[in-house]
């Protein structure tokens, strides 16, 4: 069965853990604070949720990003690499109080392959 590793213990990270869980598979959710920070969440959640840190999610078969757009960059810094891995990115790019982030003229998405 494959890994799902959760980074980011938000609203929407522990959202997904949830049904992540009642669906029956295995993740790691991690935060920037460390295992020890995600304990009341994974006794809440139960069955197949397990705390564990940004390199161990970020390890897992899947990984969903669910970190605030500001602290993306900070929060996977130490990941060396994506390859082979599914990538589910549910930031947005949305600053606290619900601002948009200032791209600097950057489009956050690719044109549509062509078929």
């Not at 809440?44 to 390199?55: D, E, P, Q, R, S």
């Not at 929060?75 to 990538?87: D, F, I, M, Q, T």
Request: net charge positive; charged share 20%.
């Amino acid at each position: 069965m494959k890994t799902i590793g959760i980074i980011g213990a938000g609203k929407i990270g522990k959202a997904f853990a949830q049904h992540v869980a009642k669906a029956g598979y295995n993740a790691i959710i991690s935060n920037s604070r460390g295992p020890e920070s995600l304990q009341p969440v994974v006794e809440a959640i139960g069955h197949g949720i397990k705390a564990g840190t940004v390199t161990e999610a970020a390890a897992a078969d899947i990984v969903f990003l669910a970190v605030p757009w500001n602290k993306l960059e900070e929060a996977v810094s130490g990941v060396e690499s994506w390859e082979n891995r599914l990538v589910i990115d549910a930031t947005n790019a949305v600053l606290p109080g619900f601002v948009p982030a200032d791209l600097g003229g950057r489009r956050l998405c690719c044109r549509a392959p062509k078929w």
